[in-house]
Nanobody, 124 residues
Framework: QERLRESGGGLVQAGGSLRLTCAAS??????YAWFRQAPGKEREFVAV????????RYADSVKGRFTISRDDSKNTVHLHMNSLKPEDTAVYYC???????????????????WGQGTQVTVSS
């Protein structure tokens, strides 16, 4: 059974760093993405990494601060978050999806499997 499980969330001060990990079981997905949902807001795209070409894309709000990487030998995906801001506070979700045109990788419909989420709280 395919499953995604996030870990690594927590409380950090502004300017600090965290590393989120997504462990996939049951299969290796073509594309992995991170989304986040802040209180009272819609879930939004954060970053994606695709297999093969290792293409990565980021939301403008996290460019230069976050880095997504994948290790297919361990079936894991990481989101390295630096220079965290209070506005990064959200529940972060890992998502896995099938091979798809890269134009669609920043949208939720591209992903068939989702983790339960991990809370990231950045204090000012």
């Amino acid at each position: 059974q395919e499953r995604l499980r996030e870990s690594g969330g927590g409380l950090v001060q502004a300017g600090g760093s965290l590393r989120l990990t997504c462990a996939a079981s049951g299969r290796t997905f073509s594309n992995y993405a991170w989304f986040r949902q802040a209180p009272g807001k819609e879930r939004e795209f954060v970053a994606v990494v695709s297999g093969g070409t290792n293409l990565t894309r980021y939301a403008d709000s996290v460019k230069g601060r976050f880095t997504i990487s994948r290790d297919d030998s361990k079936n894991t995906v990481h989101l390295h978050m630096n220079s965290l801001k209070p506005e990064d506070t959200a529940v972060y979700y890992c998502a896995g999806g099938r091979n798809m045109d890269s134009r669609y990788l920043m949208g939720e419909p591209a992903y068939d499997y989702w983790g339960q989420g991990t809370q990231v709280t950045v204090s000012s």
